[in-house]
């Protein structure tokens, strides 16, 4: 009975210990491994995530900034004239030599060259005057509400009584050929 006693003891002892050793083998040990597995898993997505939302809130800056050249765009093209229009922009600039206390401008146009998406029209000119009714002419011609542009700038004075200088230039005008709107194109 003793013997009995002992295995059955054995018996216990091997169970109480090798219970525990069992369950941790084949139930705790591989569902750590998917639990492990698992967070990697979530890790992943949550980088994945992260990039996703920095992503979106990049092509909504894009978007925006988009939105606001398209906008920068449509002002301009509301200051281009028309083909069409130039000459009253010429008749204005003339007139403001005018009243500006200058000699009426001697104008000729040369011809319309392209500028990117838009024409420009160069028209060389020449006037006389004081120097504060030019300052005052460039004034006015700068306050216009159309492209323009100076460049080839000239001015000499002139020391025999008469007007104080002479001033030849390029004036260019930008315009939409045809009416044509170059954004929608």
Same mark, same amino acid.
Not at 61 to 90: C, Y
Not at 92 to 112: E, R, T, Y
Not at 117 to 131: C, K, R, S
């Given at each position: ?9 054995? /018996? ?12 941790? +083998? ?9 639990? !492990? ?11 994945? +995530? !992260? ?5 979106? !809130? ?38 403001? &030599?005018?009243?500006?206390?200058? &000699?009426? #401008? &001697? ?6 060259? #392209? ?7 160069? +028209? ?9 009714? $030019?300052?005052? $002419? ?6 216009? #509400?159309?492209? =323009? ?6 001015? =000499?004075?002139?020391?025999?009584? /008469?007007?104080?200088?002479? !001033? =030849?230039? =390029? ?15």
């Amino acid at each position: 009975m003793q013997k009995n006693l002992g295995l059955l003891g054995v /018996g216990i002892l091997i169970g109480v210990v090798g219970l525990p050793i069992a369950s941790y +083998l084949m139930v705790f040990k591989p569902t750590n491994k998917e639990i !492990a597995k698992a967070r990697e898993e979530v890790k992943h997505m949550q980088g994945l +995530l !992260a990039k996703l939302k920095e992503e979106s !809130a990049k092509r909504t800056d894009f978007e925006k900034a988009n939105q606001q050249l398209a906008e920068g765009i449509k002002v301009i093209e509301e200051r281009l004239p028309t083909n069409q229009e130039i000459d009253s922009i010429v008749r204005q600039v003339s007139d403001l &030599a005018v009243n500006s206390g200058l &000699a009426p #401008p &001697a104008i000729k146009s040369n011809k319309p060259l #392209p500028a990117g998406l838009y024409m420009e029209q160069p +028209l060389d000119m020449e006037t006389q005057g004081d120097f504060i009714g $030019f300052h005052s $002419f460039l004034a006015q011609v700068e306050k216009m #509400p159309r492209v =323009t542009r100076i460049h080839n700038l000239k001015i =000499t004075g002139n020391n025999v009584d /008469g007007p104080e200088l002479k !001033a =030849t230039f =390029t004036l260019s005008i930008y315009f939409q050929e045809g009416g044509k709107v170059a954004s929608a194109q």
